[in-house]
């Protein structure tokens, strides 16, 4: 807190602490200048730690023609594997077919998708026939399955991956503030000026002054442009419609192996996932209007319907709501077009959106994880070309390997690190090991979360640093304790145990 007290104005100030606060963040510092970022809650704590864990183009978006879309996602998804290859790695996806038109007619779609991805593809797409199908997806149904095709696409850590692009930029000289929400906008003569905020643990307040200020918070942004526009008499129109995706995590015995599954059309027409994930799989998603902005977003009854529902008419032994281990939902902010009353979020863009207001203040948001620093080059283009900053080159980021990557030519050190530190890359020796708290985590993990990644309380360990509240929430209740113990040692914080507990709760509390 020592620096965000020193007087003086920053060059940029970003508020919001998800994947594309913490691009700009990066893409700035990155650049040479001054950056800020404040963040009311975790980095990650919202949408940014909540997708369905994959880099990919969208095989959805093709379908519907947005072809510019998927040839920039997919340019961003060979990005993103080079720079942060421990966190990020490629993943090949099965789609069965049970009618004979499906393999031709869908293949030949993602021969496109290979097209476009030119030399950046990860692997040839494949027609399989029956016995191909069921060696890549055993589990599958095989009464009426007449073949398959293959495809790639990439897989990664959500969550951890934000933290890596915030301790990068934290080495390129930027200052990273979680847990310090923004309180207000500092406005002179009709102009942003910087942002008021206050450290959630002490209480202490700071006004940041700043050049620039990014709104990056994600479903929330209408929030900090109603405040801009009322503190200038410009009023203001709400540009995002939520969307609500829910995710179930299943033991790997309903999906062993190394494929993913993908069912293009279900029966009311959107994409479902099987997905092998950290030793269990995630299944999703859904698409369902959310008018609240719930920081901790519940499942309603007919979205976990439909995705067992679905399961059940793919897989030999479907999952049943006893089987789930861990049930999450993440918020999209989906942009609506001109005129939209948000009650329908299917054919919303899945494009960002990067807007400048009358006072200054620059908001982006929409888009997906993939094309996390393409936005972000896109807001820095919108300062500049807003004469809120002076021009900088672009591009700095296409070949940064994010913290934990190995130096580029080098050989990856994470491939032979035991299961959990392959995560951590480069830095593995550095955590160490240490004894086994249960799943995977150790006491080493913690301390090394606590003293390098930013983790204040068990739930940002348990859930954003190691993994286990999505994959297996009653673990992570069970280890709460024996984290939080650590932690106080570490921190002198308190790690909200209790708070820990009920959430946890929460994720195994499947709705009736």
Not at 26 to 42: I, K, N, Y
Not at 121 to 126: D, F, Q, S
Not at 339 to 355: P, Q, Y
Request: aromatic residues 6%; proline residues 5%.
């Amino acid at each position: 807190m020592t620096r965000l007290a020193q007087p003086g104005t920053w060059d940029l100030a970003v508020v919001g602490g998800g994947a594309t606060g913490l691009g700009v963040a990066l893409d700035a510092a990155a650049r040479g200048f001054q950056v800020v970022l404040v963040e009311s809650h975790d980095f990650a704590k919202g949408t940014s730690s909540r997708a369905t864990k994959l880099v990919h183009g969208g095989v959805r978006y093709l379908a519907q023609g947005n072809i510019a879309l998927v040839r920039e996602a997919l340019h961003e998804r060979t990005t993103l594997l080079h720079n942060a290859p421990h966190l990020a790695q490629p993943l090949a996806f099965v789609m069965p077919s049970y009618k004979l038109w499906e393999t031709p007619f869908y293949g030949v779609g993602l021969k496109m998708y290979d097209a476009l991805a030119g030399k950046a593809g990860l692997g040839a797409t494949e027609f399989l026939n029956r016995r191909e199908t069921l060696e890549r997806l055993p589990t599958a149904r095989a009464e009426g399955l007449k073949g398959g095709v293959q495809y790639w696409d990439g897989q990664f850590d959500d969550a951890r991956l934000a933290l890596a692009l915030a301790r990068t930029a934290a080495t390129r000289g930027a200052l990273l503030v979680n847990y310090c929400p923004a309180t207000r906008l500092l406005h002179e003569n009709g102009k942003v000026t910087g942002v008021a905020c206050q450290d959630a643990e002490t209480g202490r307040s700071f006004e940041i002054k700043a050049r620039c200020v990014v709104n990056a918070t994600g479903v929330w942004v209408d929030q900090l442009r109603q405040q801009d526009g009322e503190a200038t008499q410009h009023p203001v129109r709400p540009i995002v419609a939520p969307s609500q995706g829910v995710h179930a995590v299943v033991d790997r015995e309903f999906l062993p192996g190394q494929h993913a599954l993908m069912v293009p059309k279900t029966a009311d027409g959107r994409v479902l996932f099987g997905v092998p994930w950290m030793g269990k799989v995630i299944l999703g998603t859904t698409d369902t209007p959310r008018g609240d902005l719930a920081r901790e977003p519940r499942p309603f009854r007919e979205e976990l319907e439909f995705i067992l529902g679905e399961s059940a008419r793919y897989l030999s032994r479907a999952p049943r709501r006893e089987d789930v281990r861990s049930l999450w939902v993440g918020l999209r902010p989906l942009v609506k077009p001109d005129g939209s009353d948000g009650e329908s979020t299917k054919k919303l863009s899945r494009e960002h959106t990067v807007l400048v207001s009358r006072s200054g203040l620059v908001t982006v948001t929409g888009g997906k994880w993939t094309t996390y620093r393409a936005m972000a080059e896109d807001v820095l283009e919108s300062c500049f070309g807003a004469g809120l900053l002076a021009r900088a080159p672009a591009g700095v980021t296409a070949n940064l390997p994010l913290i934990g990557a190995p130096a580029p030519g080098a050989t990856p050190t994470s491939i032979s690190a035991p299961p959990g530190l392959h995560l951590y890359g480069t830095e593995a020796a550095q955590v160490g090991q240490d004894r086994e708290l249960g799943g995977g985590l150790t006491a080493a993990m913690v301390r090394f979360a606590a003293r390098h990644e930013y983790a204040r309380t068990v739930e940002d360990v348990l859930a954003r640093r190691i993994r286990l509240l999505f994959l297996d929430a009653a673990l992570a209740a069970g280890l709460a304790e024996e984290v939080a113990a650590i932690l106080q040692a570490e921190t002198g914080v308190d790690p909200k145990l209790a708070a820990f507990r009920e959430l946890a709760a929460t994720y195994t509390d499947l709705p009736l």
